[in-house]
């Protein structure tokens, strides 16, 4: 356009602005139209299905019964995911120690708890009480005892579901965390060491910062993984979450499917939610790792010099972390 | 022991007592003998520049004396100080713990060749980090010191971007700042411009030839004979694991051993 000189973002003219038709893109629009028509015909299945019984479906979305499952099914997750996380960082930083003690014990526990069903763990735990009828501090191997308790005020159902859910999950997450330590620089350490840090404060304030990038789409997999393995806790039994108490009120009313459909869109819409508070997280924790500010016209940086001395991901050690993430 | 307490007691009133005192050091790698008896002194206020090919065991040498590597054999003393060991009053080594490996290391400012900046922090950040969380100062206090040492390398207008915006050259002079800060007594450079694109060496090296201006102790591994030259007060040429030649800056233009005769043609 001749008569219109445009300029950039500092004010500098771009005389010949190319303005040029996109290519056409036919294949979209047909792909468009056809899965519009597969879509449309799905909702009206759905819907015009008498068997599918939506009004009961409305009536027991909001049940009490089953606002308190999806209450007690968030709470077991967030729990033993805390948990679940705080014993991971513990486990991949003593699995990366210097002290073979300290990596065997990591070694063992990963292999021990990774090795065995989460269902049979369950099982298990559901089972401490009977076991283990009292737990007691005192001197090992004597009878001198300073403080003990019933294992049944401490193990009840609740927290034999979130210990179970947590060590389970723990070994996993480990190798994870594990995976995005490895992935972080090693001249990343030097450096910190260089200006007098001592390992624990590389580790908090340098590497795990770092690491938690790289760790959070796996364990935001992880997490969504737990929401749902929660509806194993029948296992302890516990019988308050999601799952136990949709089936329990299709048991009742002989009506499954409706209290499954019910069930599913409760932890579609955890999902949704969960996918939201992750990619808020990854953004966090990529700080510094995205490309250049925008916006900042005329104060913009020279391009960073192309050499190897650029700060470069380990892609293998990324890549491991995720499918780790993948295969749990 | 003895030879060192008489060379004290008779050179100590004439000549000012060396910083860096490396006393027939040895470093193996496994089978692997990288470095042969290296015998150094360094003078305070003065710039040693290492020089060498590649596998000389020149940065492993600068990264013994920050205890990056721990030594296999020998002595080196920072201020009259052994690193790393404590000698016993039975006359046998004991290794120093983390804490004090940490304190030794805390007078010593260390530049790597990939600059190694904390990339998840901002430049501020980068630096302010070890005056805050290693010597406690007070953020505010840490702050002034950061800016102030920003300003000293010519990047006070960048502090509040991240390492990763930056460039190369600029990227190394916030390292240097970040060393800086901690008010080092020695700073040790490994290949500063070595991963830099060759029009962003100079303003590094810019940065380095004010701070030898200024009278900081400086141990130098660079393949840049230039500013060997022109800043060096020291000459160390390193090949196969020993020194070969070292001398005043004079040597460059007139070299006695024929290996480095043949390494200066080479990069000259």
């Known amino acids: 356009m001749p008569h219109h000189v445009e300029r950039d973002g500092e004010g500098l003219p771009i005389p010949n602005r190319i303005e040029a038709k996109p290519v056409k893109r036919t294949g979209q629009i047909v792909a468009a139209v056809i899965v519009a028509l597969l879509a449309a015909m799905l909702i009206h299945g759905l819907v015009t299905n008498p068997r599918f019984e939506w009004n009961v479906v409305w009536k027991y979305l909001f049940n009490e019964r089953v606002l308190e499952g999806v209450g007690y099914t968030l709470i077991l997750t967030f729990l033993s995911m805390i948990i ?80 179970g859910l947590a060590l389970n999950e723990a070994a996993y997450l480990a190798e994870i965390v594990r995976a995005g330590l490895e992935a972080v620089d090693p001249g990343q350490e030097e450096a910190a060491k260089a200006l007098g840090m001592k390992r624990s404060m590389i580790m908090r304030r ?14 935001g997999n992880e997490t969504i993984g737990m929401l749902k393995t929660t509806s194993l806790v029948l296992a302890v039994p516990f019988t308050l979450e999601l799952q136990y108490a949709t089936n329990a009120i299709a048991n009742r009313i002989y009506k499954p499917i409706p209290l499954l459909i019910v069930a599913s869109f409760w932890y579609l819409l955890i999902t949704s939610i ?24 005329g104060k913009q940086t020279p391009l960073p010099g192309k050499t190897e001395g650029e700060p470069q991901d380990d892609v293998n050690k990324t890549n491991e972390a995720a499918f780790l993430g993948y295969n749990a | ?37 290296i015998n150094l002194e360094v003078e305070p206020g003065t710039v040693t520049v290492i020089l060498g090919p590649s596998g000389s065991g020149k940065s492993t040498f600068l990264r013994l004396i920050n205890q990056l590597e721990t030594l296999t054999g020998g002595e080196i003393d920072v201020n009259g100080e052994m690193i790393g060991y404590k000698r016993l009053p039975d006359g046998t080594l ?55 040492e920003l300003k000293r390398v010519g990047l006070g207008d960048r502090m509040d971007y991240y390492p990763g915006q930056l460039s190369g050259g600029q990227q190394q ?42 009278g900081m102790t400086m141990i130098v591994v660079t393949h840049e004979i230039g500013f060997a030259r022109e800043v060096a007060d020291q000459i160390v040429f390193m090949d196969g694991g020993v020194v070969v030649e070292q001398g005043g800056p004079e040597i460059i233009d007139h070299p006695r051993e024929v290996r480095f005769r043949d390494f200066l043609q080479h990069v000259l």
Not at chain 2, 131 to 136: E, L, N
């Open chain 1, 274 to 297: 969960f996918m939201v508070i992750q990619s808020m997280l990854e953004k966090h924790f990529g700080k510094g790792f995205e490309a250049r500010p925008v916006g900042t016209k």
């Open chain 2, 1 to 37: 022991m003895t030879s060192q307490t008489t060379h004290a007691a008779t050179a100590g009133a004439q000549a000012p007592k060396p910083v860096v005192e490396a006393k027939d050091v040895h470093k193996a790698f496994g089978d692997l003998h990288v470095l042969k008896g």
């Open chain 2, 173 to 214: 002079r916030v390292a240097i700042a970040r060393a800086l800060a901690m008010k080092p007594e020695i700073m040790l450079f490994d290949e500063p411009t070595s991963a830099l694109d060759p029009e962003l060496v100079g303003e590094v090296l810019n940065v380095m030839r004010s701070l030898a201006d200024e």
């Open chain 1, 206 to 219: 340098v590497i795990l910062p770092q690491a938690m990038r790289i760790i959070i789409p796996p364990t």
């Open chain 2, 94 to 148: 004991q290794r120093l713990n983390e804490k004090e490996i940490a304190q030794q290391r805390s007078k010593l400012g260390m530049v790597f060749q990939k600059f190694n900046l904390f990339p998840h922090m901002t430049v501020l950040e980068n630096v302010m980090e070890a005056p805050v969380h290693v010597k406690h100062m007070p953020k505010a206090e840490a702050r002034e010191l950061a800016i102030a």
């Open chain 1, 84 to 163: 679940a996380i705080i014993l991971a960082v513990i486990l991949a930083i003593m699995r990366k120690s210097a002290n073979p003690v300290l990596r065997g014990v990591s070694w063992f526990y990963i292999w021990f708890f990774r090795g065995t069903p989460v269902y049979t763990q369950l099982v298990f735990w559901g089972l401490f009480s009977v076991l283990i009828p009292r737990l007691s501090l005192g001197i090992p191997f004597t009878s001198v005892e300073f403080w003990s308790v019933d294992s049944q005020t401490v193990v009840t159902a609740f927290n034999a579901a979130v210990i």
